[in-house]
T-cell receptor, first 115, second 112 residues
Framework: GAVVSQHPSRVICKSGTSVKIECRSLDFQATTMFWYRQFPKKSLMLMATSNEGSKATYEQGVEKDKFLINHASLTLSTLTVTSAHPEDSSFYIC???????????FGEGSRLTVL | GESVGLHLPTLSVQEGDNSIINCAYSNSASDYFIWYKQESGKGPQFIIDIRSNMDKRQGQRVTVLLNKTVKHLSLQIAATQPGDSAVYFCAESINQGGKLIFGQGTELSVKP
């Protein structure tokens, strides 16, 4: 099946620094990618929808200046957590929708810990 | 008083028994539904999907039932195995191309 790769899988950073998480579709082209965050023992919360070549659409309550999303190509989307604080510590998961089939494939997630 | 956050409901079953996991979805306009399995520290894994023009769909050892009248979805797992232990989420969208919104989730624990 199709594979979505996230990098890094784990990252620890100091408060105030910015962290970039990459989401790549390895064997398919994704016109649309979704970014979710998940707190322990909770569900996945949709943060934003990004379409290749255009600005991301953020869900209500998600700060677009805090969580910068770029989807520059059909195989890569990035999420940058700017000026990270401990409350940004979470599990971030991306998913990509295939251009051909419309199927949605999830990455394995990136665990961010902000000290 | 102290507010209590929502915690994942849990379901504990004996190995070999059937499991039924329930989900109430929120948007009456949703017409596409998916069940996912998530193991600790991993991304969601697709199990089975169903469109709103159906009320039942079967896969290998799994069955999804959809009741649009009460906006309820269930996942039945036959002959539950220890490897089925995970958190199960239902997700809904408006047509297959829309954004996917996840439900609360249920933690399934299978006792050997």
């Amino acid at each position: 099946g199709a594979v979505v790769s996230q990098h890094p899988s784990r990252v620890i950073c100091k408060s105030g620094t910015s962290v970039k998480i990459e989401c790549r579709s390895l064997d398919f082209q994704a016109t649309t990618m979704f970014w979710y965050r998940q707190f322990p023992k909770k569900s996945l919360m949709l943060m934003a929808t990004s379409n290749e070549g255009s600005k991301a659409t953020y869900e209500q309550g998600v700060e677009k200046d805090k969580f910068l999303i770029n989807h520059a190509s059909l195989t890569l989307s990035t999420l940058t957590v700017t000026s990270a604080h401990p409350e940004d510590s979470s599990f971030y998961i991306c998913s990509g929708r295939g251009i051909d089939t419309g199927e949605l494939f999830f990455g394995e997630g990136s665990r961010l810990t902000v000290l | 008083g102290e507010s209590v956050g929502l915690h994942l409901p849990t379901l504990s079953v004996q190995e070999g028994d059937n499991s039924i996991i329930n989900c109430a979805y929120s948007n009456s306009a949703s017409d596409y539904f998916i069940w996912y399995k998530q193991e600790s520290g991993k991304g969601p894994q697709f199990i089975i999907d169903i469109r709103s023009n159906m009320d039942k769909r079967q896969g290998q050892r799994v069955t999804v039932l959809l009741n649009k009248t009460v906006k309820h979805l269930s996942l039945q797992i036959a002959a539950t195995q220890p490897g089925d232990s995970a958190v199960y989420f239902c997700a809904e969208s408006i047509n297959q191309g829309g954004k996917l919104i996840f439900g609360q989730g249920t933690e399934l624990s299978v006792k050997p």
